[in-house]
């Protein structure tokens, strides 16, 4: 089981920071994790994924200088920093556990999504 929270309203150019907690510590270690996002009216994407160890992380074109993914294996949590927020980065985030420890699948591989948090950004 999983648990997404930190989301909520905040103004263009503020920031959140959103965690995603495991129940089950061996659900977490040996695999990637991602941060996804759907906005209204579309679909949902990858937002940002980091690799078991964190040596390997990535971000979609237009989080990538404002967004921050990390990861603590102690807690069984990923992080998402946003700072700088823009009003389209308004949607429900979700985090989801990889199927191996370095890759990050589409959207559409997944079967199964937690409840999401929801981040609003004010203009």
């Known amino acids: 089981q999983l648990v997404e929270s930190g989301g909520g309203l905040v103004q263009a150019g503020g920031s959140l920071r959103l965690s995603c907690t495991v129940s089950?510590?061996?659900?977490?270690?040996?695999?990637?994790w991602g941060w996804f996002r759907q906005a209204p009216g579309k679909g949902r994407e990858v937002v940002a994924a980091?690799?078991?160890?964190?040596?390997?992380?990535s971000y979609t074109e237009a989080v990538k200088t404002r967004f921050t993914i990390s990861r603590d294996n102690a807690k069984n949590t990923i992080y998402l920093q946003m700072n700088d927020m823009k009003f389209e980065d308004t949607a429900v985030y979700y985090c989801?556990?990889?199927?191996?420890?370095?890759?990050?699948?589409?959207?559409?591989?997944?079967?199964?999504w937690g409840q999401g948090t929801q981040v609003t950004v004010s203009s």
């Open positions: 989801n556990r990889g199927f191996t420890r370095t890759t990050m699948p589409p959207p559409a591989s997944f079967s199964w």
């Open positions: 980091i690799s078991w160890n964190g040596a390997t992380i």
């Open positions: 089950e510590e061996e659900l977490f270690d040996d695999y990637a």
